[in-house]
């Protein structure tokens, strides 16, 4: 395998992964089995601990299944926007948070807790690390999604005890997302609750400590929220 990839090919990389959106509004026409595989065999090639894959991924087509997930999610979404007042509230309402519905495609992704057995190399003091795994593959997912021009919209405003009555989940196995795929009506330039006043990206200047907390890290770049844009020697 090449060690190394060109500019072109590096420049192309950064363009996904700056362009990649949380899509909530889907054109109707579907995604391809062939297309849909390539993003499903991207995620499978995710990092996981030990090697373990415990991820699942179950395709939600029936209509009645997703009408009872979209119910979950209007009663979650209610008892989210008691949270907000004022202008706040507003802003929350106006919010277009999912997809389920609309979209050709719901996907849940799961990780078995139990999958390679009780040891799992690497797994035995955090626990958390398979959920971690399949978060990774969870982005991959997302970038090769990005590249087939396919949007996809994480729908966290769930509850997990409803996904698994409804999907039929084991006690050992936990949702760790719902998807929902389709082509986007559009992929914005930047995330939709930055464009809509709601939260906006940090410096990353703020976020990179050196040696301890607290320890601010000089950046050597003028401007590192230009990933996409910035020249590759
Ligand atoms: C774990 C997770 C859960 C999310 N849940 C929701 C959700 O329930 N509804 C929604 O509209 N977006 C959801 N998002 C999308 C985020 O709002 C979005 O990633 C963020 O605003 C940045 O925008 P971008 O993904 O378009 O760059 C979720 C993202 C993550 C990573």
Not at 96 to 119: Q, W
Not at 146 to 156: C, D, L, N, Q, T
């Amino acid at each position: 395998m090449s060690e190394q990839f060109s500019s072109a090919e590096r420049s192309t990389f950064y363009h996904i992964v700056e362009s990649r959106r949380d899509v909530r509004a889907f054109r109707s026409d579907p995604v391809p089995e062939d297309v849909l595989f390539r993003i499903l065999n991207a995620a499978h090639h995710a990092p996981s601990v030990g090697l373990m894959q415990p991820w699942n991924f179950i395709v939600i087509q029936d209509p009645a299944t997703r009408a009872a997930i979209k119910s979950v999610f209007v009663r979650e979404n209610d008892r989210a926007a008691a949270v907000y007042t004022g202008d706040r509230a507003a802003l929350y309402g106006s919010l277009k948070l999912e997809g389920i519905e609309e979209a050709p495609i719901n996907l849940c992704v799961t990780s078995d807790r139990t999958r390679s057995g009780p040891h799992v190399l690497g797994r035995n003091t955090i626990i958390d690390t398979d959920l971690y795994s399949t978060c990774c593959a969870i982005q991959n997912l997302w970038l090769a999604a990005r590249a087939e021009g396919v949007g996809v919209g994480w729908v966290s405003i769930l509850d997990n005890d409803d996904l698994r009555r409804l999907l039929e989940i084991p006690p050992t196995v936990e949702p760790v997302a719902y998807l929902c795929l389709g082509y986007a009506q559009e992929f914005l330039d930047e995330p939709e609750l930055q464009r809509r006043g709601w939260a906006t990206r940090l410096p990353l200047s703020d976020l990179l400590f050196s040696n301890r907390w607290g320890n601010r890290l000089p950046l050597p770049l003028s401007d590192p929220t230009l990933l996409g844009k910035r020249p590759i020697g």
